[in-house]
């Protein structure tokens, strides 16, 4: 077994698309980024890599590269599972905590959930999304910024 952890924050900003986990969630604000800013999906490639001791999101994917500028990050978390696969691991579990002042995610986790589970190829009852706020603390919590938590474990394929 191989775990790993993954942390990622985004500044808000008027006019950008909130992405989360790969659905695009209803927002007044959007993550301002490179790619397309999905900090859950971010946190989980950087989990991932940190299990398989393969560094982190920046040295695959550079944000000073223009490839991914705008990039769709479900490319990377498939890649990123696929990379975890050639290496001989299998994604068991996702664990991963958003931290979002507004709007309120609960509605839509279910559908950040099955998404999740598609890019890593995975069954959705192995992905866990939680959402929650910093109650008014912080960047965070004064509605500037999102950020994500993400715990992911590996396992050995068997051949
Ligand atoms: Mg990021």
Known sequence: MRVGH?????????????????????????????SDADVLLH?????????LKAGDIGRHYPDSDPAWRGADSTRFARETAARARDAGW?????D???????????????????????CLD?????????????EGLDAV???????????VLLARRHR
């Open 141 to 151: 919590g004064q509605g500037r910024a999102v950020a994500c938590h993400a715990v």
């Open 122 to 134: 995975v069954a959705a009852d192995r992905i866990n999304v939680k959402a929650a706020t910093n």
């Open 6 to 34: 993954g942390y990622d924050i985004h500044r808000l900003a008027a006019g950008r698309p909130l992405m989360i986990g790969g659905v695009q969630v209803p927002s007044e604000q959007g993550a301002v980024g490179h």
């Open 43 to 51: 946190a989980v490639v950087d989990a991932i890599l940190g299990a």
């Open 90 to 94: 299998e994604p068991v579990n996702v």
């Open 96 to 118: 991963a905590t958003v931290l979002l002042e507004r709007p309120k995610l609960a509605g839509h986790v279910p559908a950040i959930e099955q998404r999740v589970a598609e």
